[in-house]
């Protein structure tokens, strides 16, 4: 069996002028960052709204992995709530003065409902916040089809294609 050709973008803001913010306007959709720093549930999050796009690297991760890489202090998590239930969430984690939006993703009961414009423009908000000099995420051919499209539309552009 082929291997499925796989293509990765990169995309990036190195000025604030650039966002292109959309703003929450369901009344029931709220972000909320955890402020309590708790492993499982970052690697409840990877699982709930990866697994439809074949996000599997974490999978196999030891209590102890999750710990580190989530209770860092380097690393912050959100979630958007819709009528008090988890629909989507975003990671932010700083290298330097880049901030990298980790994990970005919506869960599939919620996907086409408008949120996940608000959310992306909440996290790049937000990594300004925490003193970006530059945003950056990458996406890829396995991801929604509209994910490409929601990081442009908020401002991100691509500096670096890859396939293989």
């Not at 999978?59 to 819709?82: I, K, M, P, T």
């Amino acid at each position: 069996m082929e291997k499925e050709t796989v293509t990765t973008w990169f995309l990036e803001m190195t000025s604030q002028d650039e966002w292109l913010h959309k703003p929450v306007t369901h009344p029931d959709f709220v972000i909320r960052e955890c402020q309590v720093k708790q492993f499982q549930f970052n690697r409840f999050l990877y699982s709930y709204i990866g697994q439809p796009w074949e996000w599997t690297d974490k999978l196999v991760w030891s209590d102890e992995q999750w710990h580190d890489y989530a209770e860092n202090d380097n690393l912050r998590l959100w979630v958007g709530y819709f009528k008090g239930s988890p629909a989507g969430y975003f990671e932010l984690q700083k290298v330097a003065g880049d901030i990298q939006i980790a994990y970005f993703g919506l869960a599939q009961p919620f996907i086409g409902k408008g949120l996940g414009g608000a959310l992306l423009s909440t996290a790049i908000q937000e990594a300004w916040n925490w003193g970006a000099q530059r945003v950056w995420v990458h996406t890829c051919s396995l991801d929604h089809p509209f994910a490409l499209n929601n990081y442009q539309a908020r401002g991100l552009k691509v500096y670096k294609e890859e396939i293989k």
